[in-house]
């Protein structure tokens, strides 16, 4: 039986920090409402010479590296964003125009569930004997989307990207099991209205070039509390363990209060939670693996730990995986080597 390791990690955030106390500036909030309601403190935002694709660029050289792998090793390239910097070709191109080789080439649509989606895909690619090495990377800007005259949605989200590689093994890693659920009639909860083909009056209702996202943040908050508690402990469930077989939750990184709640579920104690929303905010696709990455760069997992990874966000889309940690039977070619995982593109 063929397993999908994970053997390389990195992320990329950019340069320039948005505290609450620059929030505050530009629309009526305060830092104590949204440290309370979010957990949130600063995030991330992209510079004019910044973007999704040298975000992810910058992640993935890292995960290659931290693997002993280059470019000419990945088999796949799967980029899981909602905000590609293109509409045609896919960022899968975009980035592999950055780093080179041949490797097949895709994008995967979930929005803040994309990364554990396209981990799926990759890792099946693995399992089924069709690639043997295979880069997923998650990645976006939203702060391109965002409206910052809207207090309800631009003290959430950051901009950012982590990577990981994926190589095969006969040992039980990578992910063990994976749930993926929507909910496409709550589409509306957390949209980009009129970015796409179809908008026949996109130039009536957004004059300006951009439209921005909209949300309803009580219903996604609902829905969030729900499927985050039910996809992780489905997942537990189908990788045939149980929740005291749990080492580290890695959840999406929307709102603590979310992540409190789906903890909760698992029984798992605020130390087995990676959060680092305080300092990234949302960053959708992006979220999970960099957390997976500033785990991991920590010292934080061990060689088989059981990691849950789980998401939800615009769909209303969800995803959850049970992830074995470690690289047991990979066969290397180079040894991995120690890379700095950190911040800056
Ligand atoms: O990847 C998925 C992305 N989306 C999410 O994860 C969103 C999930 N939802 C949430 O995280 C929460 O719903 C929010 C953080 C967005 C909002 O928190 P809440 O506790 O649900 O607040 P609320 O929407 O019920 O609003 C409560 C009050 C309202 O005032 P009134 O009507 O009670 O007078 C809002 O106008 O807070 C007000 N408010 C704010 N006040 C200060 C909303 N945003 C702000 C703000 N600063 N930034």
């Known amino acids: 039986m063929r397993y999908a390791a994970i053997t390389g990690w ?7 920090v948005l505290t609450n ?3 505050e500036r530009m629309v009526d909030t305060s830092d104590e409402w949204i440290v309370s309601r979010t957990g949130i403190r600063e995030r991330r935002v992209v510079g004019p010479n910044d973007s999704t694709t040298s975000l992810s660029a910058a992640a993935a050289r890292q995960a290659m590296a931290q693997a002993g ?6 088999d796949l390239i799967v980029v899981a964003t909602c905000t590609p910097d293109q509409f045609l070709v896919s960022e899968a191109c975009l980035v592999q125009a950055e780093l080179g080789g041949r490797a097949g080439a895709f994008d995967i649509g979930a929005a803040c569930a994309g990364f554990v989606s396209a981990l799926a895909v990759g890792s099946q690619f693995i399992q089924t004997g069709a690639h043997d090495r295979v880069l997923v990377i998650g990645a976006d800007t939203l702060s391109r989307f965002v409206d910052y005259t809207d207090r309800s949605t631009c003290i959430l989200f950051g901009d950012g990207a982590g990577a990981v590689v994926l190589e095969a093994t006969e040992q039980p890693r990578g992910l063990l099991s994976t749930v993926l659920g929507a909910d496409g009639a709550g589409y509306k909860h957390l949209y980009i209205p009129g970015w796409g083909a179809f908008v026949p009056e996109t130039a009536e209702l957004f004059p300006e070039y951009r439209p921005h996202l909209q949300m309803n943040g009580r219903e996604v908050f609902r829905f969030a509390v729900n499927v985050m508690g039910d996809s992780a402990a489905e997942a537990v469930a189908k990788a045939g ?3 005291a077989d749990i080492d580290m939750l890695i959840p999406h ?15 798992l104690p605020r130390e087995r939670v990676w959060v680092n929303l305080d300092r990234y905010g949302n960053t959708s696709a992006a979220s999970v693996p960099i957390a997976l990455a500033e785990a991991a760069a920590a010292g934080a997992l061990q060689e088989e730990d059981n990691l849950v990874l789980v998401a939800f966000g615009g769909g209303l889309a969800w995803a959850a995986g049970v992830v074995r940690w470690g690289v047991a039977g990979v ?8 890379v700095a995982v950190g911040a800056g593109v």
């Not at 990195?10 to 320039?16: L, T």
């Not at 792998?69 to 990945?74: F, N, Q, R, S, V």
Request: proline share 5%.
């Open 10 to 16: 990195g992320m990329a955030v950019p340069e320039r």
């Open 21 to 23: 106390a620059d929030l």
């Open 69 to 74: 792998l280059d470019i000419d090793d990945i």
């Open 241 to 243: 363990l149980s929740f």
């Open 253 to 267: 990184q929307a709102n603590q209060r979310i992540i409190d709640a789906a903890a909760r579920r698992l029984g």
């Open 331 to 338: 066969a290397r070619r180079v040894p991995a080597v120690e």
